[in-house]
């Protein structure tokens, strides 16, 4: 069923966020956003002059209530570029309706940033992926957005984007290009994938029925969010990079024992955390020279 609009917030609403955050961070303009999947709030370690704002202090921003997402909004320089990192994300099965998990995109667009990389911790449910290994994104389905469950739904916010927007170059082509150079670099080839990623509701693990499903229909990675952040990040035009950390083997088989559990995600997540540190700094840093800017080193 479609998610309730009631209770959306306008454009002039989050914009009174957007200026508090402003007061509070010595008008400095975030040109990347991040946001940190399961486990993942390292991402946000080796910022320099890092200003923290927990989201209690938000106006209308929601709070985090899964183990992992510590719920701050980080704001410093990351390989010399302003950033703004989120630690701990909304997600559909917290109860949150989709408009209220992908308000930050919003938010962000508002601050001033160009550049949004999302990440998340999924299943592999291609069976060549291992646990700690990395899919970048290149696709996506959305299964609950193609039975109506869309945040774009309801009347659109033109001073956003435009009613209808395409998906096209949805996941950005030249930022993509630009992350095989950087695994090369770092020496991850091995554990690099590029595929494709379905977000489903959550917030259980999937049957194994559901496993066949998915993999039939050529997904790689399954995880519970990413793509209303995308869509609605993509409607006013920031430019997307995601990721996949694999977490778990998505189980295909009747007779397996194993059973996804939240701990192993985050351990996972835990044991990744200095190559993905490092990818997302030179990620960034390419970012941050895409046009002119004050990081010193365009
Ligand atoms: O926020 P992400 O998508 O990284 O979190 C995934 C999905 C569930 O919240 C959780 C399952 O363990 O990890
Ligand atoms: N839906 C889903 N989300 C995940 N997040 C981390 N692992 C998984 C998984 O196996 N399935």
Redesign the pocket.
Known sequence: MADSIEGRYSYYQLKETADYLKENINCMVPKVAIICG?GLGPLAEGIENPIEITYDRIPCFPKSTVIGHSGSLVFGCLSGVPVVVMKGRFHFYEGYPVWKVTMPCRIFKLLGCSFLIVTN???GVNQRFKVGDIMMIKDHVFLLGLSGNNPLRGPNEDMFGRRVPSMTNCYDMDLRKHARKVVKQLGLEKKFHEGVYAS?G?PN??SVAEMRMLSTVGIDA???STVPEVLVARHCDLAVFAFSLI??E?ILDYNSTKK?GHLE?LKAAKAMEGPLQDFVKEMVKFMGCKKPCNCGCC
Do not use: F, I, R
């Open positions: 399961s911790a999924a299943g489903v959550g693990y999937e399954v995880g519970m977490t778990n998505g996804p995600v």
